[in-house]
């Protein structure tokens, strides 16, 4: 331990006594018209997209909202609970609540609940509760995030854990792989923090041939803080621990010299282990991952594309009974794997235009077990889903400043049970199918100004815990028994999402964008927290609204310095006439508004300081009047400051800071969480070119 503080010590050191010897660094890169650098600023406007039509798009010519956040966003993000959520949470729209460390994201997209933004990996379907505690940020190149109803051409995600299936009904986020390596890379990075946290990670990529290759190795272990309120649930007695370490690798292959085959893989294994704070609270979680895909060009006018991918989440834990000695009282467990896979086929008509079909496929099973110290298993539920889906998409220029897209999707959803809380079920199959649309228009008033409407529909049958639960009924405020109640009852959810938007370039080198949005869900299935302590929630059936609107601006004042500002507004509306309780209430973790604003300084000899700072305003975490409970966020203030301290021709060293939450802002959080204050890392990055 003396040799780790003397780290943390010898980097706080370097990084202060450097940052006053900056002349003595020479920048290398080669210098720019100061309008050509704006020049290529603004031309930003025209970024290359491809999460709206599969395919690439200028993305003045999309008729959908995309952001698009780069590499140097992504590594000069403070990510204080460890989660890829926090890497988008600055973005209009966005509330990100993640609980901990060791817990998922229960935050809200578009106002309209947690499970109404899909995320993607190469445009197959993730888990977006628990791939952002999984996946590494070293594997991607670029994340689009688009804003509003997603096309048809992306389907559902079925998982049957946490919140359940999951729609892109507000929005998807796609992270890009990393994948033509344009220049050999060796990045080593090691850093020390609160809460005794190290972490050390290795990146290595190059290009041999035609063949692109990444990997690499990252650990973190930490001796983690209380993160629950006083008495609450999680019944701390001790600093809870834990080891996470991630293994990936990634390549692609381009089998002609014209590039127009190539085929990608990428695997990531995550293995995640600590304890809850006490001795018979273990958990032991292991994620995998994995991509392939094939793409190949016919022609300038012809284009194919398949992707396999296969989600696996195993995860187990320990129960205990709690006295002046704990005593183990069961090991228990979830295994789901998910396997999704596509085909599409685009005809590119003209310049700009194209016919885009495809189809694609989710196979999913799902079981828990329970081992009473008995020396075998108890399965509690078992379970299997199905999903297919076909869709057409056409995008039309009839004119040159005019864009049209429309789209048809057929899906069909169909579970097979097996068990329901260790008995048969009353009916062990259930399926679905809907007929699904999506349009949008884009028209450019000039050069600078477009304006943009979209709209599109969703459907999402209940998931096997929301209508089975984890629980019995007869648990409902039980002590100890925390989890899901079951509600058999429950009908699928039918949505449908508009916006209206407008983008535009100011004097100044101002970029300005509003955006106003519309969500309707009938029959919506919202998760409502019914109990604090024990833990426990019920999903219910509710007509649910989400309006809203974003204001966003951001500034290029100098080529080394940028600054943005955004807010979203969002009046969110539960209508339940069967229950008075529960009618005309706000829906369940999403605030009334959303802030950001930060900035972004890169000095010529090598100095990087990034700050920002992210307002929330609040939200309940039920349906219930007389039940549920208000949580305030309030502010959030991060920074991120680095220092190149030796640079050379084929190496670069620089020493970091990322500060979390400076202002100490220990929020209380849903189900007795709460934010555990103010932390920081400091560290030394290596990377040899």
């Known amino acids: 331990m003396n040799s780790i503080r003397f780290f943390f010590t010898f980097c706080m050191f370097m990084f202060f006594s450097l940052s006053y010897s900056q002349d003595t660094i020479q920048d290398t890169t080669k210098s720019r018209n100061v309008d050509e650098l704006f020049k290529l600023d603004l031309d930003e406007f025209l970024k290359v997209v491809i999460t709206p039509s599969k395919h690439p798009q200028s993305g003045n ?341 005019l864009v049209f897209r429309a789209g048809l999707r057929y899906s069909w959803v169909s579970n097979q049970i097996a068990l329901v809380n260790a008995q048969a079920p009353v009916d062990s199959k259930y399926s679905w199918n809907r007929l699904l649309w999506s349009v949008g228009i884009r028209y450019l008033i000039s050069d600078k100004f477009s304006l943009y409407a979209n709209g599109g529909s969703s459907f999402a049958p209940p998931g096997l815990k929301s209508t089975n639960g984890t629980i019995l009924l007869s648990d409902f405020k039980v002590p100890g028994k925390n989890g899901q109640l079951p509600n058999p009852g429950l009908k699928p959810e039918n949505g449908i999402g508009t916006d209206l938007g407008f983008e535009g370039k100011l004097p100044a080198h101002l970029k300005l964008g509003v955006r106003f949005f519309y969500i309707v869900l009938q029959d919506a299935i919202v998760d409502n927290v019914v109990s604090q302590n024990p833990s426990q929630s019920q999903s219910i059936n509710t007509r649910s609204t989400s309006l809203g609107g974003e204001l966003e601006i951001s500034q290029k004042i100098l080529p080394s310095l940028d600054w943005f500002a955004n807010i979203t507004y969002m009046k969110t509306n539960i209508k339940n006439d069967s229950s008075e309780n529960q009618n005309n209430v706000e829906v369940p973790f999403s605030p009334n508004i959303v802030a950001n604003i930060g900035l972004n300084y890169s000095a010529p000899f090598g100095l990087t300081v990034v700050p920002a700072l992210n307002y929330n305003g609040g939200f309940y975490d039920g349906t219930s009047i007389t039940s549920r409970t208000w949580f305030t966020p309030g502010f959030v203030f991060n920074a991120y400051l680095a220092q190149v301290i030796a640079k050379g021709d084929i190496y670069r060293l620089e020493c970091f800071l990322q500060f979390y939450n400076i202002t100490n802002n220990k929020c209380i959080l849903p189900w007795q969480f709460q934010n555990p204050g103010f932390s920081m890392m400091c560290g030394l990055k290596l990377t040899f070119l």
């Open 61 to 401: 010519i999309v008729t959908q909202m995309v952001d698009v956040i780069v590499t140097k966003e992504i590594e000069t993000n403070v990510s204080g609970n460890r989660n890829l959520c926090e890497v988008i949470s600055n973005l209009p729209g966005a509330s990100i609540t993640v609980l901990s460390r060791n817990d998922a994201n229960w935050g809200t997209y578009g106002g309209i609940g947690p499970k109404y933004s899909t995320y993607m990996l190469q445009g197959l379907p993730l888990d977006a509760f628990m791939d952002p505690m999984s996946l590494d940020l070293n594997i991607i190149d670029h994340i689009e995030v688009q804003r509003g109803p997603a096309s048809v051409i992306y389907p559902n995600f079925l998982s049957q854990d946490f919140a359940g299936i999951q729609s892109p009904l507000a929005g998807t986020v796609n992270l890009i792989l990393k994948s033509k390596i344009e220049h050999p890379k060796t990045a080593l990075q090691l850093s020390y923090g609160s809460y005794n946290t190290l972490n050390g990670q290795i990146l290595h990529q190059n290009r041999l041939g035609r063949l692109n290759y990444f990997c690499g190795v990252s650990y973190e272990m930490s001796e983690y803080t209380n993160y629950g309120t006083e008495g609450s649930w999680l019944n701390m007695q001790k600093d809870p621990q834990y080891r996470k370490t991630k293994l990936y690798g990634g390549l692609t292959l381009f089998i002609d010299k014209a590039e127009k085959q190539k085929v990608t893989f990428f695997f990531q294994k995550t293995w995640h282990a600590g304890d809850a704070g006490r001795v018979y609270r273990g958990y032991d979680n292991r994620y995998g991952t994995i991509n392939a895909g094939y793409e190949v060009t016919f022609s300038e006018k012809l284009q194919l594309q398949s992707h396999l991918g296969i989600r696996s989440y195993d995860r187990s834990w320990q129960e205990s009974n709690f006295g002046v000695i704990d005593t183990l009282k069961s090991n228990n467990g979830v295994n789901q794997l998910i396997i999704p896979a596509d085909l599409s086929l685009a005809w590119i008509q003209g310049k700009k235009g194209a016919l885009t079909v495809g189809a694609d496929y989710q196979g999913a099973t799902y079981y828990t077990w329970s081992d009473p110290l008995l020396g075998y298993r108890l399965y509690g539920s078992k379970s299997s889903a199905t999903q297919y889906g076909v869709y057409i998409q056409e995008d039309w220029y009839p004119l040159s400043k």
